[in-house]
C-alpha cells in the first residue's frame, strides 16, 4: 500500500511538473522535477521489485534530471540578467482583491480552522501516544498518515538512524528534520522512541547521548524553525524517555486498553466476513470475558479459533458425503463433506485439501450422557468412529476415564478429543447448564445430543416406594431435560442439530410390573413430539429411540430384582447386544428419523403405536394409512395388540399358578388359581 502511495505521488509531481513547465513556470517546474526525483530514488531503492521496474524509473530520473538541469541554468541567466522593478502582487479574487497565493484556502472548513489557529492559537508540535502493548498505537499513526494527505509523512526507527560510524547517526537526524522542512508541512513518526531516546545515564556510550542530543536541538533547538512540521511518538514505557525528549513533546495522549463495547465490536471486525452462527448477545458476552485483553490479543484469539476446524479435518484421510446447511444458505440442504473413518461403507479415501472450500464441514461434536456404559458408551463409540468429536458425561467419575480410554481406541485422526465430565444431569439444572456450556467452550457447540442417562426400577404398583417414582422421573425425565435446555439455543442459533431421546419400548407399550418406569420413558416421548414441533424450522431434529431389552451392565443388574410376570414378559424376546442397538440409534439420528426401533418386532411396535408422532417421510405415511381404516380404527393394530395383550395375561396367570403351587403344605385342598385382573 505505501510502496503504492510513494509511486503515485512521484507520477503525480512528475505530471505537474511538466504542465508548469509548459505554462512557462520554470521555477515551480524545476521544484517538483526534484521532488518527483527524489520519490522515484526512495522507490527504487526501498519498494521496487524486479530489475525491469528498476531501469525504467531510473530512465525516467535521468531524464527529469536532465530537464532540471536545463531550468536551472536557464534561471541562472535569467537572473543575471537586468531586470526592471516591478510590485509583487498574488492572484487577485472577483473584488480585485489582492491575494498572495499562500494565505486562505478556497476550502470553508480549512478557512475555519485558519481563523482559529491565529495569534497565540498553535498547532502541538509534539504528540506522544503511550499506553500498554497491542492497543493500537502505531495504527493511530497510520490513520494519520491517511487523513493528512497534503502532508509529507515520515515513519523512521531506530535501525533507520543509528550508524556504526561515528558521527553518522546524529547527522542521519539532522537531515531528517532538514528533509521534513524542505517538505512541509510533515510529520514524523518515530515508533518506540524509547529505543531512541531514553534516560541519560553515565553508563551509556558517547553514541547513544549524542543522537539524544541531536534530538533535542532539532526539536526544539535555538535557530530552527519547525513551523509545519509535527513529531509524532509512540512508546510503551513513557518513564524510560529522558526527561528533556518528553518535555518537548507537548501533547501526550493515553491509549488504553479498550472497553467491553470496543473488544465485542473488535471480536466482529476480525471475524469480517468469515461464516460464523454468533449474535450481537455473544460479541457482548464475549467483550465481557475479555476484560484486560488488548486488540492485539483479541485478533490472536479469533485467528486461532478459526484455524480450530482446519486442526480437526487437516489429517483426516477418508471423508463422505452428509447433507448439511449450505454456508451461503443455512435453510438451503447441500452435499457436504465430513471426516470419517476408513471402514465407512461410504467412506472416499481423499484429503481436506481435495475437498472444496464450500463443501467442507467440520466433524460432528457428540454430547453422551450416561455414557460410562452400555448403550450410552456405545453410541460414543459409533460417533467416535465416524469422525466426532465426544463430550462424554456420566456421574461414578472412575467407570468414566475407563469409557473415555476405551473411546480414544476407536479414533478416525490424532485430532480427535473424548472430554469427559462427571456430572449428575438429574440435579441442579443451573449446574447442569454450567457444566455443558464449559463443555461447548472447549470442544465447540453441540451437533448431536444423545439423553442415554437412565436407570429401572420393576415391581407392583402399590410395592414401590413412592420416592422410587420421584427418583426414577428425576433420572429418566429431567436428567434429558436439563442437557437438551443447555444446548437447544445454540442449536437454533445455528440453525443445525440432532436431538436424540433414549426411551425404550416400555415407553411404547406398557408392561407389566413397569408403572414407574414406564410412565418416565411416556414422558419422553410426549417431550420429544412438543419439542420436534418447536424446533422443526430451526433445522433441528428429534429423535426417540425405542431399544428392546439390551445386554447392558444396568439390564443385568435389573434381571436380579424381577418380579415373576416381568421376568417372564422379558423372556419371549431376545436381548440385544449394545453395539447393534448404538449403530441403528445414531444411523437413523444422522437421516432426521423421529423414532428409532431395532429389529422387526420394534419396528412393526413403532408403526402400531405410533398414533399423531411427527412423520420423517413418505414410507412412514404410508404405513400409517395402510394401518388406518375409514373411521380411524386400527383393525390389524386392534389385532395385534388384543395378541400381545392376551400373551401377557397368561404369562401373568402362569406365574401366579407358580408362586400357589410353592405355597406351603397345610393349607386346605388345592391351590387357589387367582383370577385374570
Known amino acids: 500500500m505505501a510502496a503504492t502511495s510513494n509511486l503515485q505521488k512521484a507520477i503525480d509531481l512528475a505530471s505537474k511538473a511538466a504542465q508548469e513547465d509548459k505554462a512557462g513556470n520554470f521555477e515551480e517546474a524545476l521544484r517538483l522535477y526534484q521532488h518527483a526525483v527524489q520519490y522515484f530514488l526512495h522507490v527504487v531503492k526501498y519498494e521496487a521489485q524486479g530489475d525491469k521496474a528498476k531501469q525504467s524509473i531510473r530512465a525516467k530520473c535521468t531524464e527529469y534530471l536532465d530537464r532540471a538541469e536545463k531550468l536551472k541554468e536557464y534561471l541562472k541567466k535569467k537572473e543575471k540578467a537586468p531586470l526592471k522593478p516591478v510590485k509583487e502582487s498574488g492572484p487577485t479574487d ?10 486562505e484556502s478556497d476550502d470553508p472548513e ?23 502493548p497491542g492497543t493500537g498505537k502505531s495504527y493511530l499513526a497510520k490513520a494519520v498518515a491517511t487523513e493528512a494527505n ?3 509523512f515520515f515513519s523512521v526507527s531506530s535501525s533507520d538512524l543509528v550508524s556504526k560510524w561515528l558521527g553518522e547517526s546524529e547527522k542521519l537526524v539532522k537531515n531528517l528534520f532538514q528533509l ?28 547513544a547521548r549524542r543522537i539524544k542530543t541531536e534530538f533535542l536541538v532539532q526539536m526544539q533547538g535555538v535557530g530552527t524553525d519547525n513551523e509545519g512540521i509535527l513529531v509524532l511518538g509512540a512508546t510503551n514505557i513513557p518513564w524510560v524517555l529522558d526527561s528533556a525528549i518528553r518535555r518537548r513533546f507537548e501533547k501526550r495522549i493515553y491509549i488504553p486498553l479498550p472497553e467491553d463495547h470496543a473488544r465485542a465490536a473488535m471480536f466482529k471486525l476480525h471475524l ?30 479469533v485467528r486461532d479459533a478459526l484455524m480450530q476446524p482446519v486442526r480437526k479435518v487437516q489429517s483426516a484421510t477418508h471423508f463422505k458425503k452428509v447433507k448439511g446447511p449450505s454456508l451461503s444458505d443455512p435453510n438451503v440442504q ?36 450416561g455414557g460410562s456404559s452400555g448403550i450410552g458408551k456405545c453410541v460414543a ?28 481406541k476407536f479414533s478416525v485422526n490424532d485430532k480427535q478429543v473424548v472430554h469427559s465430565i462427571s456430572l449428575d444431569v438429574c440435579k441442579d439444572a443451573a449446574n447442569v447448564e ?31 416406594d413412592i420416592s422410587k417414582f420421584e427418583q426414577l422421573m428425576a433420572i429418566n425425565y429431567l436428567g434429558s431435560v436439563y442437557p437438551t435446555r443447555a444446548v437447544v439455543t445454540t442449536m437454533k442459533e445455528r440453525r443445525r442439530g440432532r436431538i436424540v431421546f433414549v426411551s425404550s419400548q416400555a415407553g411404547q407399550v406398557g408392561l407389566f410390573g413397569y408403572t414407574a418406569y414406564s410412565s418416565t420413558k411416556f414422558a419422553l416421548r410426549g417431550l420429544a413430539e412438543a419439542l420436534q414441533m418447536e424446533v422443526k424450522p430451526y433445522n433441528i431434529y428429534v429423535t426417540v429411540a425405542y431399544p428392546p431389552d439390551t445386554d447392558t451392565p444396568g439390564f443385568a443388574e435389573e434381571s436380579q430384582t424381577k418380579i415373576l410376570e416381568t421376568k417372564l414378559i422379558s423372556e419371549t424376546s431376545s436381548v440385544c447386544k449394545p453395539d447393534h442397538v448404538a449403530r441403528i440409534i445414531v444411523k437413523d439420528a444422522i437421516q432426521g428419523k423421529f423414532a428409532s426401533s431395532v429389529g422387526t418386532d420394534g419396528h412393526m411396535l413403532t408403526i402400531l403405536t405410533g398414533g399423531m408422532s411427527p412423520i420423517s417421510s413418505l414410507a412412514e405415511a404410508l404405513q400409517a394409512m395402510h394401518f388406518n381404516t375409514e373411521d380411524g380404527t386400527p383393525l390389524q393394530i386392534r389385532f395385534i395388540i388384543n395378541i400381545t395383550c392376551g400373551i401377557q395375561y397368561w404369562l401373568h396367570f402362569k406365574s401366579g399358578f407358580h408362586r400357589a403351587s410353592q405355597t406351603e403344605e397345610g393349607n386346605t385342598g388345592k391351590a387357589e388359581i387367582p383370577l385374570r385382573p
Do not use: H
Request: aromatic share 6%; with cysteine.
Open 434 to 464: 454450567r457444566a455443558l456450556k464449559q463443555a461447548q467452550e472447549k470442544l465447540g457447540p453441540v451437533d448431536m445430543l444423545v439423553n442415554c442417562a437412565g436407570t429401572s426400577i420393576n415391581g407392583k404398583f402399590e410395592d414401590i
Open 110 to 132: 480549512k478557512k475555519k480552522l485558519q481563523n482559529q489557529l491565529q495569534g497565540k492559537r498553535t498547532p502541538w508540535r509534539g504528540i506522544l501516544l503511550f499506553g500498554p
Open 94 to 103: 472577483e473584488k480585485g482583491n489582492d491575494s498572495d497565493g499562500e494565505g
Open 272 to 301: 469480517g466476513t468469515t461464516q460464523n452462527t454468533l449474535a450481537e448477545s455473544d460479541y457482548r458476552e464475549l467483550g465481557k470475558r475479555t476484560d484486560g485483553y488488548s486488540g492485539a490479543d483479541i485478533s490472536i484469539i
Open 150 to 152: 497534503n502532508s509529507t
Open 180 to 207: 521534513a522542512r524542505e517538505n512541509k508541512p510533515s510529520i514524523i513518526f518515530i515508533d518506540e522512541i524509547d529505543s531512541l531516546c531514553g534516560s541519560r545515564s553515565e553508563n551509556e556510550s558517547e553514541a
Open 381 to 408: 463409540i459409533e460417533c467416535f468412529k465416524q469422525g466426532a468429536f465426544i463430550t462424554l458425561i456420566a456421574r461414578n467419575e472412575c467407570r468414566l476415564l475407563e469409557a473415555k480410554k476405551e473411546i480414544e
Open 334 to 369: 447441500v452435499d457436504l463433506f465430513t471426516p470419517c473413518s476408513p471402514g465407512e461403507p461410504s467412506a472416499i479415501e481423499m484429503t481436506w485439501m481435495d475437498v472444496p472450500g464450500d463443501k467442507l464441514l467440520e466433524p460432528v461434536v457428540s454430547m453422551v450422557t
